[in-house]
């Protein structure tokens, strides 16, 4: 997970939103609970409002998965 971590700072530093939006999905998939909402929310989110229509339909099932670990 640092490695992840370290690579979402690149990309917020950079100014991505599609890298930034695949860090934080990839994230979600080994974080917890609401950390992993959380991450997946916002990745969602950035890649709605870049207009990376195809990313946010690629991070939607991972939205979904979280979200139903919470129960």
């Keep these: 997970m ?9 990309w917020r530093e950079l100014g991505d939103p599609a890298g930034l939006a695949r860090s934080l999905a ?9 950390e992993a909402v959380r991450l997946a929310e916002e990745a969602y989110r950035l890649a709605s409002d870049h207009g ?4 946010a339909e690629q991070i939607r099932p ?4 979280v979200r139903s670990r919470l129960g």
């Excluded at 991972?62 to 998965?65: D, K, P, T, V």
């Design 62 to 65: 991972i939205l979904n998965s």
């Design 26 to 34: 990839n994230q979600a998939t080994l974080a917890h609970a609401e």
């Design 2 to 10: 640092t490695l992840h971590k370290e690579e979402e700072r690149i």
């Design 52 to 55: 990376l229509t195809g990313l």
